[in-house]
């Protein structure tokens, strides 16, 4: 999409090279109805699942989920990728996913459950090591999933003061803070035993949030206290209208900028579910689901006012248009990227 300097929005799609996926790709991003056509590829990062980019677009942060774990720097140079420095181990392994906070990439480190920061400089370039490592404690009563903690998604609050991050292997959200390079816990709450948390969203108001429970197929309404960075979980909603015919995992969470509905994505059962946000942001209405147009719905993404999933299993990105009243998302096209693990914008 073209602006007055000529700038064209581009998308950039992660996937996993250990199961045929071809890096990180880039793909142009049509102004009329949201298409992606694929331009070109980065392959020198084993499995760069996660991605997210610097708030001027400039640099494209990556994670490796490997069992060495690494996050790596991209300048962004006309749509295209350029590496900025060698990958930066995280001291943690199978990181997920990573985001901007305080001056730090933070990555989630599932393997290992651990959060990791990573001094960021003026110009967007990776330090050569971690400022700190922060691990986790616990277990939950999964049997097989949650022997011990799984750090799966951190992410800053709308207010900029915490780093919070969801484990799925303890069944908790922790609260911290950045000091100095130092991860701080603020504090942790416990969501629901054998829930299996592994994304949160924020409601636009910044003071409620939602946890997509991947070990029992809901999502958690919490109220959020950005002065005390307090979370006080509500009520659990099921993501489906009926208890699933198999195995249902469900991956990502997304709110309207609006803040009047929200979705879902389950593997699986590979569908997109769609609710209403009601009663003072505090309780969620399933209106329907829909297909995810592929197989293994592994994250998805608002942009510009549409709904893309990238199927890891099909190996594509599918794109959904949103009808602004009822919220309801009808599929408009797809692009095939092997792998595919995420999509971000910009």
Known sequence: MADGGGRRERAF????????????????????????????????????????????????????????GAVAAYRVKDGTLEPAGPPVRVGGSGPTHLSLFDGHVLTANYGSGSVTAVPVGPDGLLDHAPSDVLRHTGSGPHE??????????????????????????????????LTDGRLLLHREI?????????????????????VV??????????????????LEPLTETPVLPDAPAGDAYPSGVVVAPDGRFLWTATRGEDVLSVFAVEGHRERLRLLGTVSCGGHWPRALTLFDGRLYVANERSGDVTWFAVDPETGLPHRTGAVGVPAASCVVFG
């Open 213 to 230: 429970n991947e070990l029992t197929p809901s999502v958690t309404v919490c109220r959020w206290d950005p002065a005390a960075g307090a």
């Open 144 to 177: 097989r999933r949650q022997r011990g903690p799984h750090a799966h998604q951190v992410q800053p609050d709308p207010s900029g003061r915490w780093a919070v991050s969801v484990d799925l292997g303890t069944d908790s959200v922790r609260v911290c803070t």
């Open 13 to 68: 799609i992660g996937s996993f090279t250990a199961a045929g996926g071809p890096g990180i790709v880039t793909a142009a991003v049509a102004a009329d109805g949201g298409a992606l056509t694929v331009l070109s590829g980065a392959g020198q990062l084993r499995d760069p699942s996660y991605l997210a980019l610097s708030p001027d677009g400039g640099t494209l942060y990556a994670v490796s989920e490997t069992s060495e």
């Open 190 to 210: 416990a969501l629901r035993p054998g829930s299996g948390p592994r994304h949160l969203a924020f409601h636009p108001g910044g003071e409620h949030a939602y």
